[in-house]
């Protein structure tokens, strides 16, 4: 699966190469009341859609209301942060209804903490019901459309009744013993994501816009939506009693993880000459580019999202034994959240209510790719519901990004010597795991060029 996702991409992607008002939260939800038992259970779903079942089991929408940070984050900083400013005094209904749909539509804003916490490596078995099933099957399969033109803010408007409800999709002549069927175009349609991977948050600030990024690309014009990269055919039937269709949907969507993340975007290291006399001073630089993403790189929760580019010297062990940083820049006074940092600036929650943390916990002095969030203090935030202001510099699909490098050729230097560029992803900073107390996330290589050096 793992190669063959990126590998799709990149044929994909080589193949084409070359403010409306924000109708109240509380509104909508008066509008549609839906107790949870309106909803079946994915485990319903699953005997008949095993595969689908099986993928959606391990995905994030599976653990979009029991993944661990989801649940510290909510119940420890959002619901203890809502009476410190008007603005943010209803912050949880918006993380319900994204997170937890059908606790929306029930009117449970603030649902039972689960017992079932798991991330993406302690997975769970998908014995779900109410606010824990997440973003499940039911839920997407019932909806009927949404407010806005493109939807944001779970604008979603659901169909599901106390009954079993007709199932829409974009299978041609489909029939199921359990339920009815009907055609909708909105499963075809990107906007469907837009709903929940578009954000406005308190503050008019757009926290995700992973839909308007990949508006703003070639993407669509090519026909390429969201479906196509994240919910690749993976053969065999869409039902166990069903036909063999043209096409089975993954439903994985893969995304922050090893399989989809190695390989989505690639670097390459620029220097004229590779012979160098020791004392030399050397100047080179790298272009970076993302390759596979159909929006910005890293996009999604931005605040967290860690993208960044090591430049280092190596023996042919790998051991790195010059470390070369990026050059500051003087003149740009946002240079300083484009470069790893340890300093104990970063909050977790509003910076009148919390107390900083080290804001990258990673070897200091790397490119960083990445969006700072910063509250009405001005201060670097990772609560995504306080941002007054975005500043970012992540990198645009297909876009090539230059960076300038120079470093002066060391003495005592070993006979075989290279010069390596690796740009890694991590989900979020280890300092923020640990203040939370969940798991570290692993950092994952996207790519990686090596140049030998030969040294007089
Ligand atoms: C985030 C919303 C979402 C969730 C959750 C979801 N689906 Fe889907 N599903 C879709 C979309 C979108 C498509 C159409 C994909 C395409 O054809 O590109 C689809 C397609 C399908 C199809 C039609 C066959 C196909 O592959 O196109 C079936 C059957 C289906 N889903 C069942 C399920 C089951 C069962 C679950 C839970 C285990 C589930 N879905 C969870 C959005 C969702
Ligand atoms: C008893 C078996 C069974 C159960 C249980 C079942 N389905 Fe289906 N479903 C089917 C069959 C069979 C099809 C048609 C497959 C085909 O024609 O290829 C189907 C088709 C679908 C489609 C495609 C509809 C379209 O018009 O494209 C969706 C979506 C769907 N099911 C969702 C669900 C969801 C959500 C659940 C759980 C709440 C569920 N199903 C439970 C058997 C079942
Ligand atoms: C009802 C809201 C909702 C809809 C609709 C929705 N998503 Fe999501 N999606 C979420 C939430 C919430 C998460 C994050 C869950 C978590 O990690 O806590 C998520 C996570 C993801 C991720 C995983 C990101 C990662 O690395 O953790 C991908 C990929 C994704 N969605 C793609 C899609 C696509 C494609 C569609 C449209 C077919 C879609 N989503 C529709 C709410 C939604
Ligand atoms: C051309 C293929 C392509 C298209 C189109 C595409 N994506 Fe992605 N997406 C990727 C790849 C590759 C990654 C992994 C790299 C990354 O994190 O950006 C990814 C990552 C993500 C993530 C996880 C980001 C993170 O780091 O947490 C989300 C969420 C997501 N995509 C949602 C969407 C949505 C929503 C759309 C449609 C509006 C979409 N994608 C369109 C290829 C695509
Ligand atoms: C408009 C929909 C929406 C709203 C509102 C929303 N989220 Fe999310 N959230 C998402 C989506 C989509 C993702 C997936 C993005 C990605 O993975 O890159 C996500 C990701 C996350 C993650 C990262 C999960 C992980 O495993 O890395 C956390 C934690 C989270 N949201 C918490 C919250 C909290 C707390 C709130 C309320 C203040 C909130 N969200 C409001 C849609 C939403």
């Known amino acids: 699966m793992k190669k063959f996702s990126i590998y799709f991409l990149l044929m994909l992607i080589a193949g084409i190469a070359i403010t409306q008002n924000k109708k109240t939260l509380k509104e909508q939800a008066k509008n549609q009341t839906k107790p949870y038992h309106f909803f079946e259970d994915p485990k319903t779903c699953e005997g008949c859609h095993v595969e689908k079942f099986k993928r959606w089991n391990v995905s994030q929408h599976s653990k979009a209301f029991t993944g661990d940070f989801f649940q510290k984050q909510f ?7 809502e009476s ?3 603005e943010v005094a209803n912050v949880k209904e918006g993380c319900i209804g994204c997170h937890a749909p ?25 014995d779900k019901s109410m606010a824990d099933r997440g973003v499940f099957c039911d839920f ?11 939807p944001f803010n779970h604008d979603y408007v659901s169909s599901a009744t106390e009954a079993i409800d007709t199932k829409f999709g974009d299978l041609e002549f489909p029939w199921s013993p359990h339920h009815k069927t009907a055609t909708s175009e909105i499963y075809e349609d990107p906007q469907m994501c837009s709903s929940c991977h578009n954000e406005l948050n308190p503050y008019n600030v757009w926290v995700k816009h992973t839909f308007s990024e990949y508006e703003n690309s070639v993407f669509p014009d090519q026909g390429i939506i969201c479906q196509t990269c994240h919910m690749q055919p993976m053969g065999g039937k869409p039902a166990k009693m069903g036909i063999v269709r043209p096409v089975n949907s993954d439903h994985w969507w893969g995304g922050g993880f090893k399989e989809f993340v190695e390989g989505a975007a690639r670097v390459e ?3 004229a000459s590779d012979e160098f006399s020791m004392g030399t001073k050397v100047d080179f630089s790298v272009d970076v580019q993302a390759v596979a993403t159909g929006h910005k790189f890293p996009t999604g929760s931005v605040e967290e999202r860690d993208v960044w ?26 240079d300083k959240y484009f470069i790893t940092s340890n300093e104990k600036v970063a909050y977790p929650s509003h910076s009148k209510l919390s107390e900083p943390f080290e804001r990258d916990a990673l070897p200091e002095g790397d490119r960083l790719y990445h969006s700072a969030f910063l509250d009405s203090e001005g201060n670097f935030t990772y609560a995504q519901w306080f941002c007054v202001e975005e500043i970012e510099n992540r990198l645009n699909p297909l876009e090539i990004r230059n960076e300038k490098y120079s470093f002066t050729v060391p003495s005592n230097l070993p006979d075989e ?20 107390e969940i798991d570290r996330r692993p950092v994952i290589q996207v790519a990686k060029d090596v140049r030998r050096l030969r040294i007089n």
């Open 75 to 81: 119940y420890d900083l959002v619901l203890a942060s």
């Open 417 to 436: 010597i290279y010069l390596q560029a690796k740009l890694n992803y991590r989900r979020m900073p280890d300092s923020f795991a640990d203040f939370l």
């Open 309 to 334: 580019l090591r430049l280092s010297l190596i023996d042919n062990n790998g051991k790195e034994l010059l470390h070369i940083p990026v050059p500051e820049n003087p003149n740009d006074p946002n």
């Open 102 to 126: 059908s606790a929306f539509l029930a009117g449970e804003l603030v649902p039972p903490r689960t017992t079932k916490m798991d991330n993406f490596w302690n997975k769970g078995n998908g």
């Open 84 to 86: 410190f400013a008007p």
């Open 269 to 271: 290291l620029k220097l």
């Open 140 to 150: 997407c399969h019932t909806i009927s459309h949404f407010k806005n033109k493109p």
